[in-house]
């Protein structure tokens, strides 16, 4: 029996939790289960890699099955002799597979179902559980990783054709409408998400050493990711960029941005601030548009924008993110800027020319920082741009790479890209980071993009100015969630849809959803409600910034104590004297610090482990439990 890849990436979550922490263990069941329904008793390895592609939809490199192969050995499901592979029919018996995919095949088939039906109901789409299946995976595939060598295929997910166009914007939607009913089968989705996100681990250099910290390794973030991580697009937006902040940071990456990205920074809050000063609130577009959205939403004034753009720099620092200036030019690193700006320009929509310059200047200033250095691992690259552009990250790369020039790990990754190599490092402590990311990826999926949604408000501007539609029902287009809503469903994201008669069918909704004496209620309650939660927003930001700066000052203190107590173990050691303490305890302390200096010494000298390294999770941890505490008593 064949099983659909999807859930297989599910049997990959439920072997990592049953087999442990090593992600090469999760492929062996699934290896020793295509072994025992093999017709030959010899192992090969093209044709075991032929069987699971067959079997559960996936496609794993030789050198993946090969050191599976050997896990395999080691369990008795085969024997080796004379370089060749047997299999043990008795062990692979005893295999129990079944259970965990009938278990599986059940969730799956129910989830499918679910699809099927909610694509049906909303959209009128009656999709086969193989159009449903290959809508699924049309949607994990926008997410694979992307870390090492640009000719790395980077995903074990067969090619598909997704059933339409939208399928992609129908499975976001499946998925929010899923966590907002707190339907079961979303939990599955989740599984089947950490699975994919366990399968990535095979395209790592050695999927055994993924747990390895960073060392030496300065990350710096782009525009949108801090945008969002700052809070400044909404709380969805930047609860996983969050997480992966703090997952950075406790794994030993330094946090950067350079100079110019905090200008850009600036600049986009500056250009919103502008707007509500003109009173330019309705064409809106660019890759600032989410951010405009949430501070409009928000009631924020341009006074409270200039607030946000004078205090930028220090939010920045609470969130341990530092301003590094451009390494200085070098004869012998540079690389073809203008060929790389006519690349990027030819294959990205740049709203404008500075947002172009401003990417090929942080490309070219991080090859310069890695001076002409090849990285096999992404945890010694000494300097990688982290960006939320895929097109981007790609495109960099392909050129950088020439021909074949650039091995090892890319000089440019997507914020998924690094979420999940940061979370196979620490799966159990950040249990929810891919729920949080499954949510955020829903959400910018369902939201229009900057085409479509300038389409729409050039035509509802339109029809107030040349008054078909009531200043009140022009209020609840532009603002309200229904609208929004009923624009997506609509056109599914699909800016050719987009006519003039769909603001009309829009409006027709929206009344159907609310009585007149609703939209009046919302048009004057809604400012008021925009204005609490820019307040409560900003209780939020002021109690992690405390938070963050309390935690921060007990690390230095204790940092400080440890210091002074090492350095009484190497002073007491040079006395010509024995310390006027009376009983043994004096000795007992000093020889328990010798001790424990002489392990630092030890994990310093073979992996490379600080003091600070050992603090740095225990610093976000308490940051996180101060958070909580003040929260409680601000109540």
Known sequence: MATSAIASLAILKVNWDQLGKDYIENFVPLIAECIRLSDEDVVSLPGLQEDVQTRFGLTLPQSIISS??????????????????????????KLGFSRIQASVLAGHDSLLATLREFAHSRYALSWSEQQADAALLAF????????????????????????SPDARYIVAAFAKHLQATGSSHFAFLETVAKGNMLANAVFLPEPSQAQRNFHGTTVFLDTTFLIYALGYAGEIRQAPCLELINLLYETGAELRCFQHTLEEIRGALDA???????????????PGVPTFEYFLSRGYSASDLQILISKVDKSLKDLRIRIEQKPAYRQDFLIDEPGLTQRLSERMKYANERALVRDVDTISAIMRLRAGQTYFYVEDSRAVFV??????????????RGDDELYGVAPCLTDFSLTNLLWLKRPTSAPTLPRKR??????????PDEQLWSKYLAEIDRLEQSKQISAEDYY???????????LMDLTRGQEEVFTRATVTEILAHVRDLMTAEVRAELVETQAKRRELQAREDERKARLRSRAQRAASAV?????????????LVGVAAFLPFEPPLKGAAWRYFLAGLSLVLAFLSAESFVRGTTLRAILRPVEVRLATRIEWALTTLAG
């Open 387 to 400: 960006t939320t552009n895929t097109t981007l990250a790609r495109e960099a790369t392909l050129f950088l």
């Open 438 to 447: 499954i949510i955020a990826d829903c959400f910018a999926a369902t939201q």
């Open 476 to 486: 609840v287009l532009r603002y309200s969630m229904e609208a929004k809503s009923s």
């Open 68 to 93: 599976t192969l050997s896990r395999a050995r080691k369990r008795g499901y085969v024997t080796l002799q004379h370089h060749i592979y047997r299999r043990e029919p008795a062990e692979l018996a």
């Open 272 to 286: 919103c601030a502008n707007r509500i000063i003109r009173g330019d609130l309705r064409i809106t577009y660019g």
């Open 140 to 163: 994990l595939e926008d997410h694979q990783l992307f870390i090492t060598r640009a000719s790395v295929r980077g995903t074990v997910l067969p090619d598909v054709d997704p059933p």
């Open 555 to 567: 690390i230095r203190d204790v940092e400080v104590i440890a210091f002074l107590l090492f350095a």
